[in-house]
């Protein structure tokens, strides 16, 4: 596996040389990536000499306006190559850069550019590293999937004391090492994910629907995936682009939703119904467009099937199933008992109303709860990062069950029109 290590200009640039050894360690292949400010702490001559390889250090040739093909196919490479990319020492400035999309050099750019899971070690100043500044663009990397390494306090370079300091060389390599191990442990899974929302036509040009992004469902997809697992993701409306490299299937009503899981349950191995399903759809969809001048309109709505429901009742022994409720009051308590009466393995419980999760943002905060009655409660994170943690726990109840038993996993994250009740 490559990693592609990227150095920026701060004091602890010189630590990177020992991290490059100790991921070379465990095995993996080092590019070294360099800014300019990096270069003048450490020579590209020390990092090229223990990776064996050449290190980037412009986007650009030095000879000006000149086009620098090299530099092309070395980013793409790169790109496309790479495992990981960790940035360590990560400087007040690159951190910055990441989080306004600024792509102004080879490692800018490449981040950019880049789909495999990235790792920032932060050091710097205890006064740069505590500006709300630099904290808010770490939280903007947080909440976009990047895995950062808090510093450690102690003695600064600065003669300062505080937080700051390079994190321990071999709690970075650790990291990469974990973070790459998590990328195949769903290796020969078949993962069926749906997201985003359905839309219950009322007449031609109306329907009822709900707020679901689809954000958290094509997480859950695009992490599965990274880790090996083959996926079909199918989706309902939603207010991102889904993930490349999966089999997408679209769909519009509830009734197409469940034809459509009902079309792929039996060849998988791990479901995540992560949709949110309206529970229920107008009993008549008028021809044409119903009009304001008819007077007071009263809607009659039916329940529409409960997908995960069905699902369980015919779920094959090597099949496990997870669920995902998002609620609105006594979320533990509603989630468990819908855990219980569907015989999930695993229950994803959202409260919707608080800041910082449910709908529309890119965050989450979510408790697990485990058929065993555990209950493992999240910090808020990044929807991308809590995907995983459910992948965690979907990969360690794999493994406990032995390999002979299938998972499937029900998500279900958005309240469903009408009642505001979330399936
Ligand atoms: C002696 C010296 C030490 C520095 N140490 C740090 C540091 O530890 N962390 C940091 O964020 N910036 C530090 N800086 C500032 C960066 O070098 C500067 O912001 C630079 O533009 C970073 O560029 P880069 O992010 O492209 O590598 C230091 C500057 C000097 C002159």
């Given amino acids: 596996m490559q990693v592609a290590l990227g150095v920026t200009g701060g004091i602890a640039a010189y630590k990177s040389a020992e991290l490059l050894r100790r991921l070379q360690d465990r095995g993996f292949e080092v590019q070294v990536i360099m800014t300019d400010a990096a270069r003048q702490f450490v020579t590209p001559l020390t990092f090229a000499a223990l990776s064996g390889r050449k290190v980037i250090t412009g986007l650009f040739d030095e000879a000006a306006g000149e086009a620098n093909l090299a530099s092309v196919i070395e980013h793409t490479a790169v790109a496309q190559n790479m495992d990981a990319l960790v940035i360590a020492p990560a400087t007040a400035d690159i951190i910055a850069k990441m989080a306004a999309g600024i792509a102004d050099d080879f490692l800018t750019t490449l981040y ?12 710097m100043n205890v006064n740069m590293w505590e500006h709300p500044a630099t904290q808010h663009n770490l939280q903007i990397l947080r909440d976009r999937g990047v895995h950062v390494i808090e510093p450690e306090e102690g003695y600064l370079a600065c003669g300062m004391i505080g937080a700051g300091r390079l994190a321990a060389v071999e709690t970075i390599a650790q990291t990469v090492f974990e973070t790459l191990s998590q990328r195949s442990d769903l290796e020969g899974e078949t993962v069926l994910v749906t997201a985003g929302r359905t839309e219950e036509p009322l007449d031609p040009c109306r329907f009822l629907s709900n707020r679901s992004s689809g954000k958290m469902g094509y997480a859950l997809a695009e992490a599965a995936r990274r880790r090996g697992a083959r996926v079909t993701l199918i989706s309902g409306r939603s207010s991102v ?13 509830a009734l197409e939703m469940m ?48 997908i995960l429901g069905e699902v369980a009742r015919r779920r094959k022994p090597r099949q496990l199933l997870v669920g995902f409720a998002a ?21 994803v419980a959202n409260d919707v109303t608080q800041p910082g999760a449910g709908f529309e943002v890119d965050t989450n905060i979510v408790t697990l709860l485990f058929a065993d009655g555990r209950q493992i409660p999240l910090q808020k994170m990044g ?28 998500v279900s994250t958005e309240p469903a029109e009408g009642s505001g009740q979330l399936r």
């Fill in 383 to 410: 929807k991308l990062d809590v995907a995983h943690r459910i992948l965690d726990a979907v990969a360690q109840l794999r493994s406990k069950l032995g390999a002979e038993k299938t998972l499937a996993i029900h």
């Fill in 241 to 253: 682009d889904p993930p490349p490299g999966m089999v997408v299937e679209r769909v519009r009503t």
């Fill in 259 to 306: 034809e459509a899981v009902n079309k792929h349950f039996h060849e998988v191995t791990i479901f995540l119904m992560a949709a949110a399903v309206a529970d229920f759809r107008p009993m008549r969809i008028a021809p044409a467009k119903l009009k304001r001048n008819s007077g007071a309109l009263a809607l009659r709505l039916e329940p529409t099937a409960d």
């Fill in 327 to 347: 609620e609105t009051e006594n979320v533990v308590s509603n989630a468990s008992a819908k855990l219980r009466a569907k015989q999930l393995d695993l229950m």
């Fill in 112 to 123: 950019l550019a880049a789909r495999a899971p990235t790792i920032v070690a932060p050091a």
